[in-house]
């Protein structure tokens, strides 16, 4: 996921959530090549807030999910959860911290027939529908009630 920039994100105090500049580089066994598999993704969530990462297979979603969660340590980038940095967190603070933190697979079972998108819906309607069905009504009516409400980044 490349160059997303920075001019979408709201100021990093009022986010839940605010990652910066997030680059993970994975080595090619000693080769000295690299898979480039997130190239500067900038995002942030506001309390309340549900944010889908939708893209083609092998674009980098789950690796930037687990970068945030510090599952896979970012070669580059800032994440600030509750305005605590995470990538300077020792093994034990990180650990409570995730506690507070998870994200959501598309359930790859269901997958393509019920909780993919479908190939002819549009994007929108497409992540609007994803979200229906993994969001919780009381965490984003929004969402829930109007597909036109998803914002393409
Ligand atoms: N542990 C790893 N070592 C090396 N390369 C990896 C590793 N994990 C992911 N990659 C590569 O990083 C890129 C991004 O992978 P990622 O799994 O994040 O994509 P994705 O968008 O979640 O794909 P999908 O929709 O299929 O789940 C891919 O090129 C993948 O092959
Ligand atoms: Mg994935």
Same mark, same amino acid.
């Given at each position: 996921?490349?160059?997303?920039?920075?001019?979408?994100?709201?100021?990093?105090?009022?986010?839940?959530?605010?990652?910066?500049?997030?680059?993970?580089? =994975?080595?090619?066994?000693?080769?000295?090549?690299?898979?480039?598999?997130?190239?500067?993704?900038?995002?942030?969530?506001?309390?309340?807030?549900?944010?889908?990462?939708?893209?083609?297979?092998?674009?980098?979603?789950?690796?930037?999910?687990?970068?945030?969660?510090?599952?896979?340590?970012?070669?580059?980038?800032?994440?600030? =959860?509750?305005?605590?940095?995470?990538?300077?967190?020792?093994?034990?603070?990180? $650990?409570?911290?995730?506690?507070?933190?998870?994200?959501? =697979?598309?359930?790859?079972?269901?997958?393509?027939? $019920?909780?993919?998108?479908?190939?002819?819906?549009?994007?929108?309607?497409? /992540?609007?529908?994803?979200? $229906?069905?993994?969001?919780?009504?009381?965490?984003?009516?929004?969402?829930?009630?109007?597909? /036109?409400?998803?914002?393409?980044?």
């Amino acid at each position: 996921m490349a160059g997303s920039g920075t001019a979408h994100l709201r100021p990093a105090e009022d986010a839940l959530l605010h990652a910066e500049h997030i680059v993970v580089e =994975f080595p090619v066994g000693r080769s000295g090549l690299k898979v480039n598999a997130v190239s500067d993704v900038s995002l942030d969530i506001l309390e309340g807030e549900t944010l889908g990462l939708v893209g083609e297979s092998g674009c980098g979603k789950s690796t930037t999910g687990r970068a945030i969660l510090q599952l896979y340590k970012p070669t580059a980038g800032e994440v600030k =959860f509750d305005g605590v940095e995470l990538t300077r967190l020792g093994g034990e603070d990180m $650990r409570k911290m995730r506690r507070r933190m998870q994200m959501i =697979f598309q359930d790859p079972y269901r997958g393509a027939r $019920r909780s993919g998108p479908r190939p002819r819906a549009g994007t929108g309607s497409s /992540a609007a529908r994803v979200l $229906r069905r993994a969001v919780p009504a009381h965490l984003d009516r929004p969402c829930r009630r109007h597909g /036109a409400e998803v914002d393409p980044l």
